[in-house]
Every structure is written in structure tokens, then in C-alpha cells.
């Protein structure tokens, strides 16, 4: 069974900072990519930030400069370094990857759970 599981999440103030990990498991070879998206009660979910198997990175504008994403391929963990929290970063954040999956020798996508980060001023 594939899985992401995410930690990391929590309650920190304005200005401080929190490190988000995702790992990926199951019967997988590789990643094509990993990300963050993020969603708050009435919204839908959005996009935060990701990373190619290569290292490519893109951001949503309103982090740039904050957050780092990053990842390490050997064990199919995507991080996301989060600086400078404002109190709009609160929200659920969702693990996004895009996985071979040996069973169906295809790339597949899947999601975690969410952990929930909570930035109070």
C-alpha cells in the first residue's frame, strides 16, 4: 500500500518557523515530484510549493523568499522549511506526490492526510 506521511505541523507565532516533512512508502521506485499545497475551512485547496526528482522548484508568490522546499530522492522525502509565518499561512497543509508504483509500472499521484499549521499573532 502506498502511503504519505506527514509531520511537522503545529502551533508557532507570527515570525517564527516551522519544518514540514512528507515521506513516501509502499511498493515505489521514484518520484517525479513532491509538494505542498495548503487549505483553510471555505477555500479551496491551494498550491504552495514543489520540487522535481532533479531539484526544479516552484512557489506560490506569497511564499517566496520564506519557504524552501527541498527533498532527499534516496528515501522519497520532500521537505518544506517554513520562516517568517504570518498568521494567512494558517491552515491544513497536504503532502502531494506523483510516484512510480511498482504494481502499475506507471507514475501515480497521491496525497497525505494534511497536518495542520497554526500561526497566532
Known amino acids: 500500500q502506498v502511503q504519505l506521511v506527514e509531520s511537522g505541523g503545529g502551533l508557532v507565532q507570527t515570525g517564527g518557523s516551522l519544518r514540514l516533512s512528507c515521506a513516501a512508502s509502499?511498493?515505489?521506485?521514484?518520484?517525479?515530484?513532491m509538494g505542498w499545497y495548503r487549505q483553510t475551512p471555505g477555500k479551496q485547496r491551494e498550491f504552495v510549493a514543489t520540487?522535481?526528482?532533479?531539484?526544479?522548484?516552484n512557489y506560490q508568490d506569497s511564499v517566496k523568499g520564506r519557504f524552501t522546499i527541498s527533498r532527499d530522492n534516496a528515501k522519497n522525502t520532500v521537505f518544506l522549511q517554513m520562516n517568517s509565518l504570518k498568521p494567512e499561512d494558517t491552515a491544513v497543509y497536504y503532502c502531494y506526490a506523483r510516484l512510480f508504483v511498482v504494481a502499475t509500472t506507471r507514475y501515480m499521484d497521491y496525497w497525505g492526510k494534511g497536518t495542520l499549521v497554526t500561526v497566532s499573532s
Open positions: 520540487i522535481t526528482r532533479s531539484g526544479s522548484t
Open positions: 509502499g511498493s515505489i521506485s521514484s518520484f517525479n515530484a
